[in-house]
């Protein structure tokens, strides 16, 4: 989001996690909104915040999630590039697509894992993860190319996500991999974490991005999706938590601690069960509560 933002009484990293605001519950053609939110440009100045989904994660004649329903409503696509899910031609079917709505596209790097999904760390070598992660945005940024766009922005998937908010090595593996590829491209991933740290300290641009419908931990971390509770499923609650993220107003972790957070792009998972609804939910809250919608990275 383009204002600053504050823990309250906590570290940066722990801000994200469920909120519960007032407000009526109505109806629009894009599913249930929440009315009556105080608006976003308090102060005159407007808020503008993405909305992004993790996108192209078949393979072959298995699919997963509706990529092109979903791309009617998020203003940036995750693209999976082939490591953790995807085919060539999942890849370029999504990128064609997301030209055709004007949706950027992301490179959604992984741990090289298809049967886990990129879910399982993965004690790999710096360099090996270097290259992984070269060879991830070069095939994804072909296809792109060949709809009339290109990669725009970076943004690691599942486990590696996790991992290189604390791995130091991991972290300046993935950091080199998209400054030898291209500087210029933002990268996006969990406020607080080593991979922005040192994405930053190398020059890049760092977007911070909250999880709509994911519980997190105090310390600002996911809550294992082994454990009940991790992954949210109520549309109206989670509108309600994105629409505070968007406007600076209090979210509750799950021990229920006050705190504050301004995410530039705000993630829905495109496997989430229900994820279309629950997506088309938060953009009618959003666009309700006064919040312009764009990406980060057009």
């Known amino acids: 989001m383009v204002s600053t933002s504050e823990r309250l009484d906590r570290p940066f990293a722990d801000a994200f996690n469920e909120v519960l605001l007032p407000g009526e519950v109505g109806q629009t053609g894009r599913g249930p909104v929440l009315m009556n939110?105080?608006?976003?440009?308090?102060?005159?100045?407007?808020?503008?915040?993405?909305l992004n989904s993790d996108l192209a994660e078949g393979f072959g004649h298995w699919t997963l999630g509706d990529d092109n329903a979903l791309l009617q409503v998020?203003?940036?696509?995750?693209v999976a590039c082939g490591f953790h899910a995807s085919d060539p031609t999942?890849?370029?079917?999504?990128?064609?697509r997301a030209v055709e709505v004007n949706v950027a596209i992301g490179a959604h790097v992984g741990y090289h894992d298809l049967p886990g999904f990129g879910r399982r760390y993965i004690d790999i070598e710096p360099a090996a993860l270097t290259a992984d992660v070269i060879y991830q945005i070069g095939a994804l940024d072909g296809f792109a190319r060949v709809a009339g766009s290109r990669v725009r922005y970076v943004k690691p998937h599942g486990?590696?996500?996790?991992?290189?908010?604390?791995?130091?090595?991991?972290?300046?593996?993935?950091?080199?991999?998209?400054?030898?590829?291209?500087?210029?491209?933002?990268?996006?991933?969990?406020?607080?974490?080593?991979?922005?740290?040192?994405?930053?300290?190398?020059?890049?641009?760092v977007m911070h991005e909250a999880f709509a419908d994911r519980a997190y931990?105090?310390?600002?971390?996911l809550v294992s999706r082994r454990l009940p509770g991790a992954v949210l499923h109520d549309g109206q609650e989670i509108a309600r938590r994105c629409v505070a993220m968007a406007t600076d107003a209090t979210i509750k972790d799950v021990e229920g601690g006050d705190l504050r957070l301004s995410p530039d792009s705000i993630c829905v998972h495109g496997d989430t069960p229900g994820a279309v609804e629950i997506a088309r939910a938060i953009r009618g809250a959003l666009a309700q509560a006064g919040?312009?919608?764009?990406?980060?990275a057009p």
């Open 159 to 205: 486990a590696l996500y996790n991992t290189i908010v604390h791995h130091e090595e991991q972290a300046a593996a993935v950091v080199e991999a998209v400054t030898a590829y291209d500087r210029t491209l933002p990268v996006l991933g969990l406020r607080g974490s080593a991979w922005l740290r040192l994405a930053s300290e190398a020059g890049l641009t």
């Open 291 to 296: 919040v312009t919608l764009a990406s980060f």
């Open 37 to 50: 939110f105080f608006p976003a440009n308090i102060g005159g100045t407007m808020t503008t915040v993405d």
């Open 90 to 96: 999942i890849m370029r079917r999504v990128c064609g």
């Open 217 to 221: 931990t105090p310390q600002g971390t």
């Open 74 to 78: 998020v203003t940036s696509a995750n």
